[in-house]
């Protein structure tokens, strides 16, 4: 975890600031400020080279600084960019909630809220920030770790006919466009997408 300074607590109008600090200016700003002071020198006393040479130096150590933070930036950015895509189309099992509660399904999609931050979106509606994912695991994997178990969910494959589909899960089947099934007890299957709960055990 990344330590915080008691100093970077402070609101920017109470934290302390050196004297003659030039850490909060830009490379440009610093550089008009030089050629300003250059120009505006007493001839008889002009800047030494040591010190004209060591102002030029704190130009490019700015500039350099400003360059590499943007440069991480963006390479987070595209990391979690990613990472995040390789998701879809993985089941995913979230850590446990507030309540208790584990929010699982597949991801279908990926959305970035504020400052980037990846937010994978699960076919049952539910949204699943990244850094709460617990388990990853293939279609086949997740529907065959399901034999046994009690499930209930909404065949959505006529979207204008939805209908609720439950029973005890017997096999898993995966066909050849790699939609993962659950076939039941019933006689009924249900697509691993449409999945919406699961109840340990069958039902006697």
Same mark, same amino acid.
């Given at each position: 975890?990344? !330590?915080? #300074? @008691?100093?970077?607590?402070?609101?920017? #109008?109470?934290?302390?600031?050196?004297?003659? !600090?030039?850490?909060?200016?830009?490379?440009?700003?610093?550089?008009?400020?030089?050629?300003?002071?250059?120009? !505006?020198?007493?001839?008889?006393?002009?800047?030494? +080279?040591?010190?004209?040479?060591?102002?030029?130096? !704190?130009?490019?150590?700015?500039?350099?600084?400003? %360059?590499?933070?943007?440069?991480?930036? +963006?390479?987070? /950015?595209?990391?979690?960019? %990613?990472?995040?895509? #390789?998701?879809?189309?993985?089941?995913?099992? /979230?850590?446990?909630?507030?309540? $208790?509660?584990? #929010?699982?399904?597949?991801?279908?999609?990926?959305?970035?809220?504020?400052?980037?931050?990846?937010?994978?979106?699960?076919?049952?509606?539910?949204?699943?920030?990244?850094?709460?994912?617990?388990?990853?695991?293939?279609?086949?994997?997740?529907?065959?770790?399901?034999? $046994?178990? %009690?499930?209930?969910?909404?065949?959505?494959?006529?979207?204008?006919?939805?209908?609720?589909?439950?029973?005890?899960?017997?096999?898993?089947?995966?066909?050849?466009?790699?939609?993962?099934?659950?076939?039941?007890?019933?006689?009924?299957?249900?697509?691993?997408?449409?999945?919406?709960?699961?109840? %340990?055990?069958?039902? @006697?």
């Amino acid at each position: 975890m990344e !330590s915080v #300074s @008691a100093a970077s607590l402070l609101s920017p #109008s109470t934290a302390p600031k050196a004297a003659n !600090s030039f850490s909060d200016m830009g490379s440009g700003e610093f550089l008009k400020l030089l050629i300003t002071q250059l120009t !505006s020198q007493d001839p008889m006393q002009p800047m030494g +080279n040591e010190e004209l040479l060591r102002q030029i130096s !704190s130009i490019r150590e700015i500039e350099l600084s400003t %360059t590499l933070t943007e440069s991480l930036r +963006n390479l987070t /950015g595209q990391q979690n960019v %990613t990472a995040a895509s #390789s998701m879809i189309g993985q089941y995913v099992t /979230g850590a446990p909630g507030a309540n $208790g509660q584990v #929010s699982s399904g597949l991801v279908v999609g990926v959305r970035f809220a504020d400052g980037g931050r990846p937010v994978l979106m699960l076919s049952n509606g539910v949204e699943m920030p990244m850094e709460q994912v617990s388990l990853i695991q293939p279609p086949r994997q997740a529907a065959e770790a399901l034999v $046994g178990q %009690t499930v209930m969910g909404i065949d959505q494959r006529d979207p204008k006919k939805p209908q609720v589909v439950e029973g005890v899960v017997t096999a898993a089947r995966v066909d050849d466009k790699g939609e993962a099934f659950l076939e039941l007890d019933t006689g009924g299957e249900l697509r691993l997408r449409d999945l919406v709960s699961v109840t %340990t055990g069958a039902t @006697a």
